[in-house]
């Protein structure tokens, strides 16, 4: 019988030993057994690394690899540096998957011919118990351009082209592409990168993957400075793929960005939360990308117009205005 091509499970790990037991035991469990598990250490402060050295000495298919603290993009990196398979899987430490998701994805990547299969997901709490699910209905196929498009324009939770987990990528995707440090969103700056290298990317209707919400995840927190982290993560990552789009002639996605700037700039507005140090060039990106879309796009006019009066008005006047009409439209209710 023909051996079973090696799949590398990076898992990066940081101060997750609540969670870390109940992720390494569903990885090795795995019903496709040709693995090799990195599991990246970035400078844990409780047992975590203790627990991924003890695993390693059950199962010498786990390497663990340490680092000082550099993020989770760093680690990743680290493990995409060591590895020597033919398919590449992620899985953080603090989720976990079923036991048979790398064997049906690796089956339909055959299957197929696919670049990358991505399975669908629970989001679930941190006993387990599933909050909601996200998977296509049937088996579904792109290119890469494709996929892409529908992330932009039809998006839906079934679709998970965001995040690298809950997928079997063949490794030659990595060849040149890393992980970009020191930003939040690092999945989403990858997005775009690894799907316009990618010739078909296939979605199979399997929920094989679990997210847990960790309320202690970076994403969870919710104090001031991390929101201006994140607020100024998402404008470096828009202008980057904006560049990217430029240089592959691809008009409609650069598109797809200014309305997400935009969009972003005018939630942030009505709310008051965009960063001090950003408003000047926030509101200056929404006014420019504002007349791009007004005049040389197809979009809806409504769209168009909301568009057009934010700028137009400015934060604090277009606040007063959808004050009165929501007030508006409360009386007619």
Not at 80 to 98: C, H, P, Q, W
Request: hydrophobic share 35%; net charge neutral.
């Amino acid at each position: 019988m023909e051996a079973q091509p090696l799949i590398m499970v990076i898992v990066p790990v940081y101060n997750v030993e609540k969670y870390l037991r109940r992720c390494l035991d569903s990885i090795i469990r795995q019903t496709y057994q040709n693995l090799e598990i990195l599991c990246i250490d970035d400078g844990s402060i409780d047992n975590s690394g203790e627990i991924c050295e003890q695993y390693a000495a059950r199962d010498k298919r786990i390497k663990v690899l340490r680092q000082e603290n550099q993020g989770v993009s760093a680690a990743r990196n680290k493990g995409l540096d060591t590895a020597t398979g033919e398919y590449i899987a992620f899985v953080d430490s603090d989720d976990y998957i079923a036991a048979d998701v790398l064997e049906q994805l690796y089956q339909s990547v055959v299957s197929s011919d696919a670049t990358c299969v991505i399975c669908g997901y629970n989001c679930v709490d941190s006993n387990g118990s599933i909050l909601s699910t996200y998977s296509v209905h049937s088996v579904q196929q792109y290119s890469g351009v494709e996929s892409l498009r529908r992330h932009y324009y039809h998006a839906s939770g079934e679709e998970n082209f965001v995040t690298v987990w809950g997928k079997l990528f063949c490794k030659k995707l990595f060849s040149d592409l890393r992980f970009r440090t020191g930003i939040c969103y690092k999945d989403i700056h990858l997005m775009p990168y690894w799907l316009l290298q990618s010739e078909k990317v296939v979605l199979i209707p399997y929920a094989g993957y679990n997210y847990t919400q960790n309320e202690n995840s970076i994403m969870h927190k919710t104090d001031e400075a991390h929101s201006t982290r994140l607020y100024k993560s998402a404008f470096v990552i828009w202008q980057e793929h904006l560049e990217l789009y430029k240089q592959r002639g691809l008009e409609d996605f650069e598109n797809a960005v200014y309305c997400a700037i935009v969009n972003k700039v005018i939630a942030h507005s009505l709310a008051e939360s965009i960063p001090n140090e950003m408003v000047h060039e926030s509101l200056a990106l929404a006014h420019r990308y504002t007349k791009k879309l007004v005049w040389h796009t197809a979009l809806p006019v409504k769209q168009k117009l909301y568009f057009a009066l934010f700028s137009i008005l400015g934060p604090k006047y277009f606040r007063s205005f959808m004050r009165m009409r929501s007030a508006h439209r409360s009386e007619s209710d």
